[in-house]
């Protein structure tokens, strides 16, 4: 069955309006790549946490992470990169409220032991305090971790089989930020998002920062995750870059990075 969108308010179309006029604010832009360049010296993402747990993000993409659950309603949201958990944490907050909400249309309740939605992270090192954080978490029984590389076929396996039992798939990319790895991840994870949801690719604003802001790892201008992602899209028209998140959001991770799969 298809769902039946409500018509667009007028505060709804107001919005649209002002986004869609952000790319001609040329002041706008500027001051958005001042603080850009400022807050990536500063590590001013650093600063966040979620429900208690560090959340190395900025504030506006977890604002863009909740706009995305409600609109598309995930029964799964992959993600690879765990660090501290506070994104496992705060999409596992995101997909009880969502349930909640549907109960309650329907005058149920919801068991928080028996979640139907789950969040699933990969890393390749999920450090022992970390785990133990998050395994303590309230909000833990909606999550599952995987310990291994995201790219390597018994991790995939893995992933995969998970995956299967879920219709609506919802992925966020932040791992290893290298081209040769981000290139190599969605090759493999965006193929399980569903039509009408989000391939999240975090951290493309490498491309559009000086080289010396990078530091000593292995990523920067040329080699990175943006690089990979308009290497991806050569092939794959079935994703397109969702342009009007980055204009609302200005300040992001992910410029370029949201992807809706389209068909």
Known sequence: MTETKAPKTEFEKEVETRIAAVPEDAKLKSDVSAFMHSSIESKYSYNFFWLGRPIIQYPQDMVALQELVWEVKPDLIIETGIAHGGSLILSATLLSLLEMAEAAEKGETV?????????????????????????????????????????????????????????????????????????????????????????????????????????????????????????????????????????????????????????
């Open 111 to 263: 068991d928080p032991n028996k979640p139907k939605r789950k969040v699933l992270g990969v890393d390749i090192d999920i450090r022992a305090h970390n785990r133990a954080a998050i395994e303590a978490h309230p909000f833990y029984p909606r999550i599952e971790m995987i310990q291994g590389s995201s790219v390597a076929p018994d991790i995939m396996d893995q992933v995969r089989k998970i995956a299967s039992g879920y219709k609506k798939i919802l992925v966020c990319l932040d791992s290893n930020h290298t081209h040769e790895h981000v290139l190599k991840e969605l090759e493999l994870y965006a193929p399980l998002v569903s039509v009408g949801s989000y391939c999240v690719v975090f951290d493309t604003l490498v491309e559009d920062l000086p080289k010396e802001l990078a530091g000593d790892r292995p990523w920067g201008p040329g080699d990175n995750p943006k690089t990979a992602v308009f290497e991806y899209l050569k092939t794959h028209p079935e994703f397109a870059i969702d342009k009007s998140i980055e204009n609302k959001l200005l300040i992001t991770a992910a410029p370029d990075g949201y992807l809706k799969r389209i068909a």
